[in-house]
């Protein structure tokens, strides 16, 4: 799901980078923010970043969550 998230900001920044540097800024409050250019190269490498984090944090998470949920003897 968070590929998804990420094709779709990929694209507003490719779309109107301006803007999407603005917004950026003022969601992390950084003022002195250039809009960026997308390649093909960090697209990809981009995206597979993204869904390996998101696969780590969902594994982590679950192993957690059932470690916690065993019941202790």
Known sequence: MLGVWYI???TAVS???NLAA???????HLTN?????????????G??????YTYISAWV???LHNR??????
Do not use: S
């Open 8 to 10: 779709i900001c990929a």
């Open 61 to 63: 998470f679950a192993w």
């Open 22 to 28: 603005k917004l950026f800024g003022w969601m992390v």
């Open 68 to 73: 916690f949920l065993k019941p202790r003897a």
């Open 47 to 52: 995206f597979v970043q993204v869904v390996i």
């Open 15 to 17: 779309v109107a980078p």
């Open 33 to 45: 923010i250039t809009p960026a250019e997308i390649t093909t190269g960090g697209f990809v490498a």
